[in-house]
């Protein structure tokens, strides 16, 4: 499949602008929790991972939310494939890390961990249903309407 300079250049776009949020956000995110636990400074290594987790993340997004893999794909498709390639690395980086091990301690957080991811596949799939499902309504009395403006002229 051949994809369009303009579809590469926006794929392009999409990781870039993600990758600025992302660093931006968890280097903010960062800094409060050095101030809240009295750290004076973030340690680099600290930098480097939250670098690598945010572009490892932008670009599972990127991947799946393009028009360039997956140009014909719907959106829940698009959706569920985030969610578990997304979910995946999240707990691959978090074991890789150290902030998650094999032991008893951490499966109050995995747990955790995947009650968030659940709940937020849940909301998506319930904005999917009802918000788009409303716009299909809209859309067909928009296609009818016009329709039969066609057939009066």
């Known amino acids: 499949m051949r994809y369009s300079k303009g579809d590469i250049k926006l794929f392009f776009i999409w990781l870039r602008n993600g990758i600025a949020f992302c660093v931006t956000w968890l280097l903010i995110l960062g800094i409060l929790i050095c101030l809240i636990n009295g750290i004076e400074y973030v340690p680099l ?4 991972k939250m670098f690598l987790f945010a572009c490892g993340g932008v670009l599972i997004f990127c991947i799946w939310f393009s028009p360039l893999p ?14 578990a390639s997304f979910a995946l690395y999240e707990l691959v980086s978090f074991f ?9 301690t951490t499966l109050p957080l995995m747990a955790a961990f995947i009650g968030i991811m659940l709940v937020l596949y849940i909301m998506c799939i ?10 299909d309504v809209i ?3 928009k296609l009818r309407e016009y329709q039969r403006k066609r057939e009066g002229e």
Do not use: H, P
């Open 45 to 48: 290594s600290a930098l480097n």
């Open 70 to 83: 997956f140009k014909k794909m719907r959106f829940m498709g698009r959706l569920s494939g985030f969610f």
């Open 96 to 104: 890789l890390s150290g902030l998650f091990t094999l032991s008893e």
């Open 126 to 135: 319930l904005i999917d249903k009802y918000v788009y499902a409303k716009q």
């Open 139 to 141: 859309y067909t009395e």
